[in-house]
C-alpha cells in the first residue's frame, strides 16, 4: 500500500461552480518533491491541509475533518475504462492517489500513517457535487458516480508532517465499528433509512456528514 502521487491545486476562475467567486480548486496536479501536510482551521472556515492546495468552497470542502482527500488508482482504472479516456493521478480532485489500499472500503475513524511522519484518519467520503460534475464534463455524472459508490476518503491531520510520492501507507488503527465509507455515503445518498446505525462512527465523521445522520435521526428515529 502506497502513495502514487500527491497532488496539489491553486484556484482558477471557472464555469462550472457554484462556489463563491466562481474559482475552484479542484483541478489538482501531481506536485514533485516532499509536500507538508498540516492541520487546517474549522471545517467551514479553514482550507485544504495540504501545502499548494486550495479550497474554494470551504461550505462543504476542507477545514479540520476534510483536510486531505484520498482516491484509489484502482478505481480511477475502472472509470478509465468505462468513460474510454485517461485520467491522470489527481483527475477527482484527489490530493492523494494511492496504490493498494482499498480506500472506499476503509473504516470510519481508521488510521493511517503515511510515509514516516504523518498519520491520517478517516472520517467518510466524497459526496458529489456540481463542481466535480463541471470539471469531468460527463453526462449524468452525480449519479453515474453515486450509483459506483466508490467514494474515496476524506481524511483529518492527526499527525503532520511531510508526504511524497512513493510513501507506504500502513493502517494502524480500526476502530470497533463496521461503518465504512462505502456504507456510509450510501447511507446520505440512496438509503437514508440506514442513517440511524452510523452514528456509532459520530465520533470520527466530519461535520457535514455527522449532521446529515444527526438530522435524520432526530426527524425520524432510530
Not at 129 to 146: I, Q
Not at 166 to 171: A, C, K, R, S
Not at 191 to 206: C, G, H, K
Amino acid at each position: 500500500m502506497k502513495v502514487l502521487t500527491v497532488n496539489a491545486g491553486p484556484a482558477r476562475t471557472v464555469g462550472y461552480t457554484d462556489a463563491p467567486g466562481g474559482r475552484s480548486g479542484i483541478d489538482k496536479r501531481p506536485v514533485d518533491g516532499p509536500v507538508r501536510v498540516f492541520v487546517p482551521g474549522t471545517a467551514g472556515a479553514g482550507g485544504s491541509g495540504v501545502e499548494g492546495d486550495t479550497v474554494c468552497d470551504a461550505r462543504f470542502h476542507g477545514g479540520a475533518d476534510r483536510a486531505v482527500y484520498a482516491f484509489a488508482r484502482e478505481d480511477l482504472d475502472e472509470w478509465e475504462r468505462e468513460l474510454g479516456r485517461p485520467l491522470t493521478n489527481g483527475s477527482f480532485g484527489e490530493n492523494l492517489t494511492t496504490a493498494g489500499l482499498d480506500v472506499t472500503n476503509a473504516l470510519v475513524g481508521e488510521r493511517w500513517r503515511v510515509g514516516p511522519d504523518v498519520v491520517l484518519e478517516v472520517t467518510g467520503g466524497r459526496i458529489p457535487c456540481r463542481t466535480f460534475a463541471g470539471f469531468l464534463g460527463e453526462k449524468g455524472w452525480v449519479r453515474r458516480f453515486t450509483r459506483a459508490g466508490a467514494t474515496g476518503a476524506l481524511l483529518r491531520v492527526i499527525e503532520p508532517g511531510v508526504l511524497r510520492a512513493g510513501d507506504p501507507v500502513e493502517i494502524v488503527h480500526r476502530p470497533d465499528h463496521d461503518i465504512t465509507n462505502a456504507l456510509l455515503f450510501r447511507a446520505a445518498t440512496t438509503d437514508r433509512e440506514l442513517l440511524p446505525s452510523t452514528l456509532v462512527a459520530a465520533d470520527w465523521m466530519e461535520s457535514g456528514l455527522l449532521r446529515v445522520a444527526r438530522d435524520y435521526t432526530a426527524k425520524y428515529g432510530a
